[in-house]
């Protein structure tokens, strides 16, 4: 399979600008992008905090599970961001990692913290505690996953033209 023929997923941790650079990478691509929070959002008319407090995680992870399913069995290839635990679910993250191809944003702690510090409303498992804290925990939970990822763009510390343009270059090997 080349690039054409599958969709690219970004994953990563809470802030690290899945949405913004996959929503760059998309236009750069010519390709349409999909947000699965936004999805979920509009297929409940709840945004994902009250999702979240309404019908908890389980639920909200089967439903994103579902949307993601529908978006990479279509025959057109998207850019899709899903929710940062993603990679979590084994079953799905092997789906992805065959279907897809899977790029790991790494952004490092201090660079998460700087980023969602003032933008915790819709972001449901980090706004109870200590911030860093949450996000250390998060991170070592999921490292390992993230790290089965096809390739990894370090995003700390980086441009956000320069993140994108280092995806592009990253994926001219599945053309």
Request: glycine share 4%; charged share 30%; with cysteine.
């Amino acid at each position: 399979m080349t690039l054409k023929d599958k969709n690219i997923i970004i994953v990563g941790m809470t802030g690290a600008g899945k949405t913004t650079i996959g929503k760059m990478l998309s236009k750069e691509i010519s390709r349409n992008f999909f947000d699965i929070d936004q999805e979920v959002e509009k297929v409940t008319n709840l945004k994902i905090r009250d999702f979240f407090r309404i019908y908890g995680e389980p639920e909200f992870r089967r439903l994103e599970r579902s949307i993601l399913i529908k978006l990479i069995s279509k025959k057109n290839k998207f850019v899709i961001s899903p929710g940062a635990g993603i990679f979590c679910n084994s079953e799905l993250r092997e789906i992805l990692l065959k279907e897809c191809i899977c790029v790991f944003l790494n952004a490092k702690l201090n660079t998460l913290v700087s980023r969602l510090k003032k933008n915790l409303s819709n972001r449901p498992k980090l706004d109870k505690g200590k911030l860093e804290d949450n996000l250390k925990q998060m991170y070592k939970e999921r490292i390992n996953h993230y790290n089965k990822s096809h390739f990894s763009i370090n995003v700390s510390d980086t441009p956000i033209l320069e993140i994108v343009k280092n995806i592009k270059k990253a994926l001219k090997k599945y053309e």
